[in-house]
């Protein structure tokens, strides 16, 4: 029976060890934390984001880095398949706003109990606190090109281990203190393999105004966010945010942040300042918008301005708004102009905030770059370099949007890799 070894047991490693068993082989992970999951457990706030519901072409328009090469992937282990294994697996699913997959008991552990099981039921041998050092490769017997394949691997404590394929699901860099500490990297670029540059993906927005601090902690739910870099919109959508002390966090701002980094790249002026807009009232425009603002004001003619806005905006957000308007806080509201007024509700629709940077990988949700796929063969996962060396996941140079769908991209290419490996 063919020996497989797996490296790292998040996520695609785990998916492609149970599917390299049910194909009949005899298949180790190597895990060097005490657990399997570890980043997995913290994953939509600890909710896991299993994958997204939309139509597998859908897929593609979500993945922003390498979408064609994962057209294998996507269709061989497509999204509904995804849902149907852990279905069959015995966990219960359910979906919510913008088709995104969570457990129905919305416990990230869940997910991570079902594929421990099966992994257990197939006699997966799973050694924790293990690392591998690197991977042990032989000569092609009547090779023409002098490839080399997989013999087995090096492990940290000096033991060979011998194997006919190793897969290598280590992840990538972000939130290292899980154990994605870029082993992949070198056992790739070991292996003759290029690795693009990695930088954090998914991550919150450094912002410029103080304000965010002011507002540290509130949450905003159905509100529209635009990235504009000069009068190009980078980035649109709908959905929710949080303040921080430095500045915006939530999954609409982390979606943005990959297109704050493309365009930093591509112009190669990574001081450049971007602008956040938020439109706090999306389902309004600026004439129902100002008639509802009317209204108010007309109910209470004698209010201060600044005791008028609680019916309209979350607490926090009141003085920010108040100062930014310029109208005085104790001016009476039947004394606003309709200039002011005016002014107040472009304010709403258009509350523009200056981004100065991005956070780092102990706050990123993926990596960003990895392995280059051009050396990979996409209907299989293995090296182009070497026979029976796999890679999976997000060691891979791939990266999505926030929705499951990196989730996705690990589910989809631990399977190809799981069902291929010899």
């Known amino acids: 029976m063919e020996q497989v ?9 785990m998916m492609a060890a ?20 570890k980043k997995l457990f913290i994953t939509g706030k600890g909710r896991c984001n299993l994958t997204n519901a939309c139509d597998v072409e859908d897929l593609f328009q979500s993945v922003v880095t390498n979408s064609k090469f994962l057209y294998s992937a996507f269709y061989t282990l497509t999204n509904e398949d995804t849902m149907k294994f852990f279905e069959e697996l015995g966990l219960s699913i359910k979906v919510e706003r913008g088709l995104r997959v969570f457990p129905a008991s919305d416990k990230s552990s869940d997910v991570i109990r079902v594929l421990k099981n099966e992994m257990e039921k197939l006699r997966i041998q799973t050694i924790y606190h293990t690392e591998v050092r690197e991977v042990l490769y032989e000569s092609v017997d009547g090779s023409q090109d002098d490839q080399e394949r997989v013999s087995g691997v090096l492990l940290k404590n000096g033991k060979k281990v011998k194997a006919s394929s190793v897969i290598v699901a280590t992840g990538g860099v ?24 990695v930088m954090p993906s998914l991550v919150p927005l450094e912002i410029k105004e103080d304000a965010c601090k002011q507002m540290q902690g509130l949450s905003l739910k159905n509100v529209g966010l635009t990235l504009f870099a000069g009068k190009k919109k980078l980035y649109e959508d709908f959905g929710e945010m949080i303040f921080t002390h430095f500045g915006m966090s939530g999954p609409l701002v982390l979606s943005a942040s990959p297109q704050v980094q493309n365009y930093r790249a591509k112009k190669k002026k990574k001081q450049e300042e971007l602008i956040v807009e938020l439109d706090l009232k999306p389902a309004l425009s600026m004439e129902k918008l100002d008639a509802r603002v009317l209204k108010d004001f007309s109910e209470e003619k004698n209010k201060f301005f600044k005791n008028s806005l609680e019916h309209l905006l979350p ?101 190809l890799a799981g069902i291929s490996c010899l």
């Open 174 to 197: 972000s939130y290292p203190s899980t154990g994605s500490t870029g082993d992949g990297y070198q056992i790739a670029k070991e292996a003759g393999h290029k690795v693009m540059e």
């Open 5 to 13: 070894i797996v490296i790292g047991g998040g996520a695609a490693g």
């Open 18 to 37: 149970i599917w390299a068993a049910r194909s009949g082989k005899n298949v180790t992970v190597y895990e060097k934390n005490e657990k399997l999951g």
């Open 315 to 415: 607490k926090k957000l009141i003085p920010i708004i108040i100062e930014w308007s310029g109208i005085l806080p104790d001016k009476k509201v039947n004394e606003i102009t309709r200039e002011e007024r005016q002014r107040l509700v472009y304010l709403l629709k258009h509350m523009r905030f200056t981004v100065i940077g991005t956070r780092g990988f102990a706050e990123a949700i993926i990596t960003k770059g990895g392995v280059s796929v051009k050396e990979i063969d996409p209907s299989t996962m293995e090296s182009k370099k070497k026979a029976g060396l796999y890679f999976v996941g997000e060691v891979l140079d791939l990266d999505a949007l926030t929705g499951g769908f990196n989730l996705q991209i690990a589910w989809s290419t631990g399977y």
